[in-house]
């Protein structure tokens, strides 16, 4: 009966909403992989084949329903140097290996490292790709300086965007029985045909191909050599793939209010990449962009990734000729409107009652995303500089008292004692002391967490052994005690360091 009713809403729940979604959708894909398999020096083709596959594979597959995956360019510019010094074929076969990769990660559970990615680090993720989307749209309304010469073809662009973005935003309050980045494609392409706009169209981008991909064995020779071709190419586009993949996965799960299981993500994007590499087509995975303008228009369920891959399909095979005269200006209206939705514009305001801690890490992902244009850096300086600050701030709880009597120097230290913190309880510690003979170390309210800790306690009761003073630990909870006794290069600790329980 669960499984009915997982049917029933992932695939049956409001289709005609899923499939207008799905097929703006579609629409967009046309120009990104297009665009895409140029950035990887390839023929339109393995861009468009490899949206398809890899949208309607993970559409049945996948663990994130409403999200879209493809060619992306995120992988697109990390195989450029292997499809240039030694073909396309190698970029296939790079492909299957990072499907490969990618199952090998879901079984090792790699998905669960996403818990150590902070919300500031999210926030930085989201802004710095919003801004990524809107430039990626400027070469179409900068890459001609206006001249009297070319003022109809500047104009006309310009002219096109605003109309569409007025429609995107217009449309909706008279109707939304149509999404209206649909109606905008729709209405500025019939407008282009009729007047015969002079803008860059779609075909204008690259051939369209008028096939339907077929199952295709990398040519490639079978060696080790081959193996160490292609390794280093599958493991980076399989680590920025899920990166990117997951990320936007828990950005689609914030969007819609619901929840998404990220280790059947993990292996859907693995057998999609797995599966389009045989077929000829490049890796990919999730898309902001794609999955916003889903969401946005209505789509939630796997119905409309599904569409969205069968209708480019359809699209570029079926009704190639036609779609090749949608102008790029409607498409850029529909990007634009995308670039603002993403941004979390709420983290202008954030700013200023957030921790600076937080604001420093989003600031820096979205400086790091936008000067390398590689997710990966920034979200990895992101995550870098979140356990900075972390260790930092644990290390600020750490309290140490200490005092004499007679002849005994007492020390009490509290809070986590591990790599970021052992320093100060090194400096705390008064060796070579005059007139004290005992030395004792209370650790009721402290836990030790690494071998950093217990290797700064060897030190500091070496120390004080070696001077001939006795040293006496109390106070060590047991799960202490047991990386004490386990870790520690002293014999016998407990029994040396004269230890006493609570």
Not at 271 to 299: D, R, Y
Not at 346 to 356: D, K, L, Q
Request: aromatic share 10%; charged share 15%; hydrophobic share 50%.
């Amino acid at each position: 009966m669960a499984i009915h009713s997982d049917f029933r809403r992932d695939w049956l729940s409001n289709p005609k909403t899923e499939f207008l979604a799905g097929l703006v959708v579609a629409l967009a894909l046309i120009p990104e992989a297009i665009g895409f398999s140029i950035i990887a020096g390839v023929d339109p083709r393995v861009g468009l084949y490899a949206s398809f596959s890899i949208a309607v594979i993970i559409s049945m597959i996948g663990g994130r329903p409403g999200m879209i995956s493809a060619a992306t360019a995120a992988v697109a510019v990390l195989v450029v140097p292997l499809v240039r010094d030694h073909g396309v074929e190698y970029l296939f076969a790079a492909t299957i290996l990072m499907g490969i990769f990618q199952s090998i990660a879901a079984l090792l559970r790699l998905d669960l490292l996403m818990r150590f990615v902070s919300r500031s680090v999210i926030t930085g993720f989201v802004n710095a790709l919003a801004i990524l989307i809107f430039m990626a749209q400027l070469p179409q309304l900068t890459g001609e300086a206006f001249t009297w010469a070319n003022r109809d073809f500047v104009m006309q662009t310009y002219a096109m965007v605003a109309v569409g973005l007025v429609i995107i935003y217009g449309l909706p309050r008279i109707t939304t029985l149509v999404p209206s980045p649909l109606a905008a494609i729709v209405i500025l392409a019939a407008a282009s045909i009729f007047f015969g706009a002079k803008v860059t169209t779609v075909g204008n981008m690259g051939e369209l191909p008028d096939s339907l991909p077929w199952f295709h064995i990398p040519q490639i020779p079978i060696t080790w050599e081959t193996l160490r071709i292609i390794a280093p190419f599958s493991l980076a586009m399989a680590a920025v793939g899920l990166l990117e993949s997951l990320l936007t996965a828990s950005i689609v799960d914030d969007m819609t209010e619901t929840r998404s299981d990220k280790k059947r993500e993990t292996y859907g994007q693995g057998i999609a990449n797995f599966v389009t590499g045989w077929i000829g087509g490049m890796g990919g995975c999730a898309m902001i962009g794609q999955s916003v303008i889903n969401i946005k228009s209505g789509g939630r369920r796997r119905l409309s990734t599904f569409v969205a891959g069968v209708m480019l399909l359809v699209l570029i095979v079926g009704l190639g000729p036609l779609v090749a005269q949608i102008p790029m200006p409607a498409l850029v209206a529909v990007m634009i409107f995308v670039s603002i939705s993403t941004f979390r514009w709420a983290s202008f305001t954030e700013i200023t009652h957030h921790p600076w801690p937080s604001n420093f890490v989003m600031i820096a992902t979205v400086v790091m995303v936008v000067a390398t244009h590689d997710l990966s850096i920034g979200v990895l300086t992101g995550v870098l500089l979140s356990g900075i600050f972390f260790a930092w701030k644990v290390r600020q709880l750490v309290t140490i008292e200490d005092s004499v009597e007679n002849t005994t120097h007492r020390y009490v230290f509290g809070g986590q004692i591990f790599f970021g913190s052992v320093d100060m309880m090194y400096e705390a510690m008064e060796f070579n002391e005059e007139g004290i003979d005992k030395v004792v170390i209370d650790v009721h309210d402290a836990h030790f967490w690494d071998i950093s800790a217990t290797g700064m306690l060897d030190k500091i009761v070496e120390r004080i052994q070696n001077e001939g003073k006795t040293v006496e630990l109390i106070g060590m909870n047991e799960a202490s005690a047991t990386l004490v006794e386990k870790y520690s290069e002293n014999d016998k600790p407990f029994e040396s360091l004269g230890m006493v329980g609570h």
